[in-house]
């Protein structure tokens, strides 16, 4: 006869239902530590994104003022008069498509600055509000219920602050189309002067 010891099952250290002892833990603990933990994290996330938005907007916006001055320093107003004894009508057509397309590419370089200036100004988001801890620490001696308070206003803080970076990074795409499409426009204006 072949026998077979039983082994006693023994909790592995750090499972969070038991202790070393092989008592049996409150979950509500680890659970609100956890939480916490990724709360915290999802919260330096978004603030980080939020100075990313700023370093984007901060290098965009020096390369428009220098992109800006370039294209200012070209517009040339002399398509629109140009004296010739013998003038074609194409050639009337291809100076007011490089007059257009000077003009254009100014005026969307012009509003992206203006909309990138009004984008670094900072949009209030909302930080943990820590007055109240010392409080909470006070009247709770339990470290759960402190952890509680503290996850629900790092989610508080969370909404708030996503929708705020949301909308903030919708504006800047908007004004990046806006600038490549003048850079497109200003391209075409220069390829078009080769033609006249």
């Not at 969070?16 to 939480?35: I, R």
């Not at 952890?147 to 919708?170: G, P, R, V």
């Not at 003048?182 to 002067?193: D, H, P, R, Y």
């Amino acid at each position: 006869m072949i026998y077979m010891r039983k082994y006693k099952k023994k909790s592995i250290k750090g499972n969070p239902g038991k202790d070393s002892n092989g008592n049996k833990v409150n979950n509500t603990y680890y659970k609100t530590n956890l939480l916490l933990k990724v709360c915290e994290d999802e919260y330096f996330r978004i603030i980080n994104f939020y100075i990313k938005i700023f370093d984007k907007v901060n290098i965009t916006l020096v390369f428009l003022a220098a992109l800006l001055t370039v294209v200012t320093k070209q517009v040339d107003f002399h398509y629109l008069f140009i004296l010739k004894e013998k003038i074609t009508h194409g050639e009337i057509i291809v100076s007011l498509m490089i007059f257009f397309c000077q003009v254009l590419s100014f005026l969307l370089f012009l509003f992206s600055l203006i909309g990138l200036i009004l984008l670094l100004k900072g949009e209030k988001i909302r930080v943990l509000n820590t007055d109240n801890i010392f409080n909470i620490l006070y009247v709770n001696e339990k470290e759960i219920d402190v952890n509680k308070w503290l996850i629900e206003q790092y989610l508080n803080c969370i909404s708030e602050n996503s929708t705020a970076m949301k909308k903030k990074q919708i504006r800047f795409n908007r004004i990046l189309k806006f600038i490549c499409i003048g850079v497109i426009l200003w391209l075409l204006s220069i390829l078009l002067q080769g033609v006249v």
